[in-house]
């Protein structure tokens, strides 16, 4: 069962009528209570002031009415005019009886009585009055409170009011905001001038729609030169297949041909789905590591690489006893991947250089131009020649999965690729 929306002034406004119904019972039912001692110290004082005064005229009309007098001694009972005014007695000893204390208050047929005794020789004077007093302290107290709380409070709930508008209003833009995050055409400025948590969190919502299209952009470049990076090989073997057909070419020179390219695109989707693996170990909890011998696994690669370009020399200054943390599998990747871009590059040397904590790659090929440095390890990114590909963006991701990091330097001559660990590589 749905009762509607119930908005925040609507939850502000509640709130607040709430606050005035528990206002309306402390000032009604809980204050007066809590006033009660104070008008009977009041009542006391207000009684035994009189009594102060040696002698009373008890035959006096013109006492105050709301106060009785009394004087006993011994058995003699004289009382002020007034007394069957203030309280109505059948017995006086039966009213005495309940004044058996210097001061106090006792209920006679359902009223309460205040009295205050005073005993001079052999003469007591007592002072009794009923509860008109107190009635009219608490009263008079209460009117004067009640008009200050109530309009205080009446202007803490307007100013509650008018800053919960403000509020509403900020997070109805705010909803907005985040109805329309892919609309280029809406407003996304933040205009909200108090630096409040309200202000982050626009912020924090314009930060996102910024990232959010920054990815969509790339996700839509990479999409992009995914499709012109398997578009050529697939473009050539069917010209090649189309050439056999229309016997312009020699089947067996096209199927060399086809067959190159058919390796180059097993090559694409084979990195293509080893770069989302390691998305997958990224978030997965089974991914473990092991100390690799990294100058065996350094000298295989070596001499997997150098009958590539025979022109090129390898120098290699590597601790035989030298371990790194990861696998086999991983490091083999990252240092195909490498040698296959210097082998494209190089002119005449490959320096690597492996040392604990460090493993420095150099070629003495072009410098890499700074603007190519920024996100060469994005897949697909154009690089260098304008090449696309995913063998950087692979040795970035396995590197990070095993805790290490890739930096790429030019040198005087030549680029350093150097990987760090945040390990202890234990030699």
């Not at 297949?241 to 090559?267: M, P």
């Amino acid at each position: 069962m749905s009762f509607g929306k119930n908005n925040l002034s609507k939850q502000l406004l509640f709130v607040v009528g709430i606050a005035f119904i528990l206002l309306f019972i402390s000032l009604g039912a809980i204050l007066p209570r809590l006033l009660i001692p104070v008008a009977e110290a009041n009542i006391y004082s207000y009684l035994s002031e009189p009594l102060k005064i040696y002698d009373i005229d008890v035959d006096n009309k013109l006492l105050n009415t709301e106060i009785a007098y009394l004087y006993v001694s011994d058995d003699l009972v004289t009382t002020s005019d007034n007394i069957e005014d203030v309280i109505k007695f059948d017995n006086i000893k039966k009213i005495l009886s309940k004044m058996n204390k210097s001061y106090g208050k006792f209920i006679y047929n359902h009223k309460t009585y205040y009295y205050y005794t005073l005993k001079i020789n052999k003469i007591t004077k007592i002072a009794i009055s009923d509860d008109s007093y107190i009635n009219r302290t608490k009263t008079s107290i209460l009117s004067a409170i009640f008009p200050l709380v109530l309009g205080t409070f009446l202007l803490i709930g307007l100013m509650l009011v008018f800053w919960s508008s403000i509020v509403v209003r900020k997070i109805e833009k705010l909803k907005n905001k985040i109805d329309n995050i892919d609309n280029l055409d809406y407003n996304h400025k933040v205009d909200f001038n108090t630096d409040d948590e309200i202000r982050s969190l626009a912020l924090a919502i314009e930060d996102m729609r910024i990232s959010l299209i920054s990815q969509e952009e790339y996700r839509n470049q990479m999409y992009q030169n995914i499709s012109h990076d398997f578009k050529t090989p697939l473009t050539v073997i069917k010209s090649y297949i189309e050439a056999v057909d229309d016997g312009v070419e020699d089947a067996s020179v096209a199927f060399k041909t086809i067959k190159e390219q058919t390796e180059k695109l097993e090559q694409k989707v084979h990195s293509l789905l080893y770069l989302n693996k390691l998305d997958y170990l990224k978030n997965s909890k089974n991914f473990t590591t092991e100390l690799i011998d990294m100058y065996k696994l350094i000298n295989q690669e070596v001499e997997k690489f150098k009958f590539y370009r025979k022109n090129i020399k390898f120098e290699v200054s590597c601790d035989k006893k030298l371990k790194f943390y990861g696998s086999n599998e991983n490091w083999e990747t990252i240092l195909d991947n490498l040698l296959s871009n210097f082998m494209r590059y190089t002119h005449t040397t490959i320096k690597i250089t492996a040392r604990q904590n460090k493993l420095i790659l150099y070629n003495d090929g072009d410098k890499i131009a700074l603007d190519l440095l920024d996100g060469i390890f994005t897949p697909f990114r154009k690089g260098i020649k304008g090449e696309f590909g995913l063998g950087l963006s692979i040795v970035k991701k396995t590197l990070n999965l095993m805790d290490y990091d890739i930096t790429i330097r030019n040198e005087r001559k030549g680029v350093s690729f150097i990987i760090t660990s945040k390990k202890r590589i234990r030699k």
